[in-house]
Nanobody, 115 residues
Framework: QVQLVESGGGLVQPGGSLRLSCATS????????VTWFRQAPGKEREFVAR???????YYADSVKGRFTISRDNAKNTAYLQMGSLKPEDTAVYYC?????????WGQGTQVTVSS
């Protein structure tokens, strides 16, 4: 079955960096786009970044220039490199893949930016 597993979250100081990973299985990863979302306490889940099967990339304005999304098709894994982190980046980060019309989500990984 389709599975997505995020990892790499943690506590980081403002200005710091983290790299999140989204390990996938159960579908042909290279044929699908992967999207990162995040949800802060008391807020709705919001789009962060997307990478298509052809590696075309899209970012939310709030992270453009600070975050980089990438994929390794040989490892069936997507990444989100986050830099210049701000307290407002604090959230649970989720990866998502829409496979044959069904949306699949990972369990999320907590990112906390605080001094």
């Amino acid at each position: 079955q389709v599975q997505l597993v995020e990892s790499g979250g943690g506590l980081v100081q403002p200005g710091g960096s983290l790299r999140l990973s989204c390990a996938t299985s159960g579908f042909s990863f290279s044929n699908y786009f992967v999207t990162w979302f995040r949800q802060a306490p008391g807020k709705e889940r919001e789009f962060v970044a997307r990478i298509r099967w052809d590696s075309r990339i899209y970012y939310a304005d709030s992270v453009k220039g600070r975050f980089t999304i990438s994929r390794d098709n040989a490892k069936n894994t997507a990444y989100l490199q986050m830099g210049s982190l701000k307290p407002e980046d604090t959230a649970v980060y989720y990866c998502n893949a829409n496979v044959t019309g069904t949306a699949y989500w990972g369990q999320g990984t907590q990112v906390t930016v605080s001094s």
